[in-house]
């Protein structure tokens, strides 16, 4: 999808109702649901964190969203692939500014090249007891990525033609927290395998999309 034709569309995403929770667990594996009501406890107390997805134009005009792919390390999150960000710092005002600071210092994108279109579903991770907060972001402009090689291993640009595309939306088998292999709906970008809680704010903002451009079509 050309840039200049995304510019126009983005803003109707504000009209929407947000899709929520029965869109999400479309890309979920099927015992999230599940998940979610056994850690109901532990979610009042869930850690924090805020992801940005980032829309920009690519460097022939095409609409691109950006996704990292993280360091093998010891978590649960261990080389997977992800949307920049983290946990909040005292000098945040707000989840809406650890996204994008988050997103300054994992690849290098600065706050003042970003506007941010709206909050998404917010997601809670059962492994790692985190609540979720997801923003939407556009950079008018082409990017040059400076990645933080501590936590990020790689850039992963990803079309947004392939995101609506249907055909990339696939069952794969992963290797979950527990070490278990899991048959999971996914998304196959790029090469890579996009699951769990990124999958399904994928699968919200492609739900979002699809109704603009049918409202305009």
């Known amino acids: 999808m050309r840039f200049k034709a995304f510019e126009k ?6 009209k929407l109702s947000l899709p929520g929770l029965e ?4 890309m979920a594996p099927s015992f999230r649901k599940k998940l979610i009501e056994e850690f109901k406890e532990a979610r009042k107390t869930a850690k924090l964190a805020a992801v940005l997805c980032l829309f920009y134009p690519s460097d022939s005009g095409e609409t691109n969203i950006v996704l990292i792919l993280r360091k093998v390390y010891k978590g649960v999150h261990s080389a997977q692939v992800g949307f920049p960000g983290g946990k909040p710092e005292n000098i945040d005002k707000s989840l809406m500014h650890t996204a994008l600071r988050e997103t300054w210092e994992e690849i290098g994108v600065a706050s003042n090249k970003i506007k941010v279109i709206r909050q998404l579903t917010t997601i809670y ?6 609540q979720v907060y997801p923003f939407i972001g556009i950079s008018h402009s082409p990017i040059t990525f400076n990645l933080q090689f501590s936590e990020v291993e790689d850039i992963i640009e990803i079309s947004l033609l392939d995101i609506l595309n249907d055909d990339n939306e696939v069952r794969s088998e992963v290797l979950g ?4 292999k899991y048959s999971v709906p996914a998304f196959k970008l ?5 699951w769990g809680a990124t999958a399904m704010i994928l699968i919200e ?3 979002m999309l699809n109704l603009v451009l049918k409202k305009i079509a």
Do not use: D
């Open 9 to 14: 569309v983005i803003p109707e995403i504000n």
């Open 23 to 26: 869109t999400q667990l479309k």
């Open 125 to 130: 991770i059962p492994p790692s007891n985190f």
């Open 177 to 180: 927290a527990n070490r278990s």
């Open 190 to 194: 790029n090469g890579h395998i996009i």
């Open 205 to 207: 903002i492609k739900t």
